[in-house]
């Protein structure tokens, strides 16, 4: 079974603290590694889409790395308003080698930077 | 403002009601989803639509029932239900299920839903 783990749980930062949230996923075919921002009260918005080990993408103060077995996300010089919680999705092949475009979230690490 | 809005943005109702939740997207996707999310749970897929067709039902119980009508509108009906299903209920859309290429799933602002 699909697995997506997210850690830590929660991370406070103080702005300009830099660092990095985990997500590790156990899939039989990736097809596609998502990172999504929800705020509170609000849908996830969509941030990158990761497809191959050793891609980057990088937005403002995110940058979104890929290895066979896990993504990190990496904030640099944070902000108050970079606060939300960070999700972390896979989207798999099928046995046929098509992408079924559904996704398997993990938890969400929710993320606070203190002015 | 996203490319998928949905109402009610919030909904208390008995046990006994019926309502309805409603999602409409301006991004001419094909591909509609639905979603549950609950607290200190992962979003948990419920339905997707592809074409008007379901193309999956994630062993939702039949007190949820989903209608698209068109590719651009979608309904989840709601009747008798329980209190642990009081959750946030988002909607999203992509071009094309099951399509090779990229098929980022777009989310609406969700429907909070208490059942009391």
């Known amino acids: 079974e699909d697995q997506v783990t997210q850690s830590p749980e929660a991370l406070r930062l103080q702005e300009g603290e830099s660092s990095s949230l985990n997500c590790s996923y156990t899939?039989?075919?990736?097809?596609?590694l998502f990172w999504y921002r929800q705020d509170p009260g609000k849908g996830p918005e969509f941030l990158f889409t990761l497809y191959s080990a050793g891609e980057e993408k990088e937005k403002e103060r995110l940058k979104a790395t890929l290895t066979k077995k896990e993504s990190f996300l990496h904030i640099t010089a944070p902000k108050p308003e970079d606060s939300a919680t960070y999700l972390c999705a896979v989207q798999e092949f099928n046995a046929g080698g098509t992408s079924y475009g559904k996704l398997t979230f993990g938890q969400g690490t929710i993320l606070t930077v203190h002015p | 403002e996203t490319g998928v809005t949905q109402t009610p943005r919030h909904l208390v109702m008995g046990m006994t009601n019926k309502k309805s939740l409603k999602c409409e997207q301006h991004?001419?996707?094909?591909?509609m989803y639905w979603y549950k999310q609950s607290a200190k749970k992962p979003l948990e897929l419920m339905f997707v639509y592809n074409f008007k067709e379901q193309t999956e039902n994630n062993s939702v119980p039949s007190r949820f029932s989903p209608e698209c009508p068109n590719s651009s509108h979608l309904f989840l009906h709601l009747h008798t239900l329980q209190p642990e299903d009081s959750a946030l209920y988002l909607c999203?859309?992509?071009?094309?299920?099951?399509?090779?290429?990229?098929?980022?799933?777009?989310f609406g602002e969700g429907s909070w839903l208490t059942v009391v």
């Open positions: 899939v039989s075919g990736l097809r596609g």
């Open positions: 991004l001419g996707h094909n591909a």
């Open positions: 999203a859309s992509s071009h094309q299920f099951g399509q090779l290429s990229g098929n980022t799933i777009y």
